[in-house]
């Protein structure tokens, strides 16, 4: 069965320090990945989404950077985080149509 | 571009009682539907999905959605709602082009009372 891990599940980060979180995903192949952003009392924002290995989508315009240097691996990165930055951060993968996502990542920016 | 309103931001319910979780879409062509729950600092989880054909599609945990084309609605549905149904749920809808990037609602908290 397919499975997706994501980590760390908490950070606390100063601003300006650089942020890396990881996604990857188990038991299938060449899936369309996605890093979702979930701010207090909001629904969910796409911030990047990525059909292959080094193929990436941006959805919106930031400080944020993603890459993808392995098929099943998905990686968020910050080289100087904002104070806005902080939220809650969902991996997500599909090849049938239904995305299915990670347990998250609260990222909070002090 | 795809747009989901979900008009309620908290809806409160005794348990036992029955629940309906409004969702209307924007989308221009043939859209596909999600529901999605979220337990509190969890992922999310597919509850049901609408791609075609029967507009009453069933999920999991009891739940139920019926797509209305004519009212561009997706409203999810439960006959006796239980204290573990407390959680945030989610509309989404997605494009039918092969490939999924969905666009959701800001979600309803779903309060359940003794």
């Known amino acids: 069965s397919q499975t997706i891990h994501q980590w760390p599940a908490t950070l606390v980060q100063p601003v300006g320090s650089p942020l890396s979180l990881e996604c990857t995903v188990e038991g299938t192949s060449n899936p369309n990945l996605y890093w979702y952003r979930q701010a207090a009392g909001r629904g969910l924002q796409l911030l990047f989404y990525s059909v292959g290995i080094g193929q990436i989508s941006s959805e919106v315009p930031q400080n944020l950077s993603a890459s993808r240097p392995q098929d099943r691996q998905f990686i968020l990165s910050s080289k100087k985080l904002l104070l806005s930055d902080s939220g809650f951060y969902l991996c997500?993968?599909?090849?049938?149509?239904?995305?299915?996502f990670g347990e998250g990542s609260r990222l909070t920016v002090l | 571009a795809q747009s989901v309103t979900q008009p309620d931001i908290h809806i409160t319910v005794s348990e036992g009682a029955s629940l309906e979780l409004r969702c209307n879409y924007s989308?221009?062509?043939?859209?596909?539907l999600f529901w999605y729950v979220q337990s509190p600092g969890q992922g999310l989880q597919l509850l049901l999905k609408?791609?075609?054909?029967?507009?009453l599609v069933q999920g999991i945990k009891g739940f139920e959605a019926e797509f209305k084309r004519s009212q561009s609605s997706f409203n999810l549905r439960k006959p006796s709602v239980h204290w573990s149904d407390a959680a945030e749920y989610f509309c989404?809808?997605?494009?039918?082009?092969?490939?999924?990037?969905?666009?959701f609602g800001t979600g309803t908290r779903l309060l359940v009372s003794p």
């Open positions: 989404a809808v997605g494009e039918d082009t092969g490939f999924q990037k969905l666009v």
């Open positions: 989308y221009g062509a043939t859209p596909y």
């Open positions: 609408y791609f075609s054909g029967d507009t």
């Open positions: 997500a993968w599909t090849v049938t149509g239904e995305l299915f």
